[in-house]
């Protein structure tokens, strides 16, 4: 079904003001703390609350991820799985520039759990 044009872009400009995101988790490299499957929520990004330990999502080499961040200097985050043997993280493609992040987790759901 077709949505009419009004209500099309009534659905674009109210999902550019929403400040938050909604994810499911794919892959293992986040394991125990997030499962395949499992849904977060994500705050859009602001560099006022990203810290070491907060957990992200980010695009890289046109991917997203979620990752841990593991250290923050100047304007480069470095990030890693909390399953480091699985995760494809900051020690393969280096650190995260700032325009990289896409938001901030702020809530998890394990569907499954």
């Known amino acids: 079904m077709r949505l ?7 659905k674009v400009n109210f999902l550019s003001i929403v400040p938050f995101f909604i994810y499911r988790v794919v892959g293992q490299s986040m394991e125990p703390c997030l499962h395949e499957n499992d849904i977060v929520v994500a ?20 991917l997203k991820m979620i990752k841990r961040i593991n250290k923050i200097q100047q304007n480069k985050i470095e990030v890693e799985g909390d399953n480091s043997v699985l995760s494809n993280d900051s020690r393969h493609f280096g650190p995260l520039q700032n325009n990289e992040i896409i938001g901030k987790v702020v809530w998890a759901f394990h569907p499954h759990r």
């Open 4 to 10: 009419p044009t009004w209500l099309s872009r009534f």
């Open 43 to 62: 705050l859009k990004h602001s560099n006022n609350f990203l810290n070491r330990g907060s957990i992200i999502i980010f695009q890289k080499n046109n």
